[in-house]
């Protein structure tokens, strides 16, 4: 574990299972078998399925989630989540959706790593969606994600591991440009 991290990992519950919104994260289910349960994340549950990506986000993967709490969709200018999650806009709702996820299963220790190892100290890599996304280890150890609209937020909780992948929660929507 990074140095300063320790606040960001899940905490654990009386089984020794990492807890997110309320809920005990099982590493035998899947991303959105577990999300379902978190009280911090119905906005984004909520979106994946108006977005069609249960399916997807059940598959075999694996798959790395930045994932917002609610208070990240709230802070969005009025009305966005209620428009985005209209049929007509689920393209939309979709590549939003989309940026949030990379290929693979990389650890907060995987992804700081490669940014303590580049030249510019940001690891630099692609969403599913293609946006480019950027990390950045700060103060001793605490993990930013970085979106192309220049946004930047901490993951609050890191290393919550699924059967198909990990998720990391952060504090706001990644945007693509």
């Given at each position: 574990?990074?140095p300063g991290?320790?606040?960001?990992?899940a905490?654990?519950?009386?089984?020794g299972?990492?807890?997110v919104?309320g809920a005990a994260?099982y590493?035998?289910?899947?991303?959105?078998?577990?999300?379902?349960?978190?009280?911090?994340?119905?906005t984004l549950?909520?979106?994946?399925?108006?977005?069609?990506l249960?399916?997807t986000l059940?598959?075999?993967?694996?798959?790395?989630?930045?994932?917002?709490?609610?208070?990240?969709?709230?802070a969005?200018?009025?009305?966005t989540?209620?428009?985005?999650?209209?049929?007509?806009?689920?393209d939309?709702?979709?590549?939003?959706l989309?940026?949030h996820?990379?290929?693979?299963?990389w650890s907060?220790?995987?992804?700081?790593?490669?940014?303590?190892?580049?030249?510019d100290r940001?690891?630099?890599?692609?969403a599913?969606?293609?946006?480019?996304?950027s990390?950045?280890?700060v103060?001793?150890?605490?993990v930013?994600?970085f979106?192309?609209?220049?946004n930047?937020?901490q993951?609050?909780?890191s290393?919550?591991n699924?059967?198909?992948g990990?998720?990391?929660v952060i504090?706001g929507?990644?945007?693509?440009?």
């Amino acid at each position: 574990m990074l140095p300063g991290e320790e606040q960001a990992a899940a905490e654990p519950d009386a089984q020794g299972l990492p807890m997110v919104g309320g809920a005990a994260m099982y590493p035998n289910k899947t991303i959105v078998e577990n999300a379902v349960n978190s009280a911090d994340h119905t906005t984004l549950v909520a979106a994946v399925k108006a977005a069609g990506l249960v399916e997807t986000l059940n598959s075999e993967g694996p798959f790395t989630v930045f994932a917002p709490v609610n208070a990240a969709f709230e802070a969005l200018p009025d009305g966005t989540v209620e428009t985005l999650l209209k049929p007509e806009n689920k393209d939309q709702l979709t590549k939003i959706l989309t940026a949030h996820v990379v290929a693979g299963n990389w650890s907060a220790a995987d992804i700081a790593r490669e940014a303590r190892q580049s030249p510019d100290r940001f690891y630099h890599f692609n969403a599913v969606s293609g946006d480019a996304l950027s990390a950045k280890v700060v103060n001793g150890g605490e993990v930013f994600i970085f979106d192309e609209s220049g946004n930047a937020y901490q993951v609050t909780q890191s290393d919550v591991n699924q059967s198909n992948g990990v998720i990391h929660v952060i504090e706001g929507v990644l945007l693509p440009r």
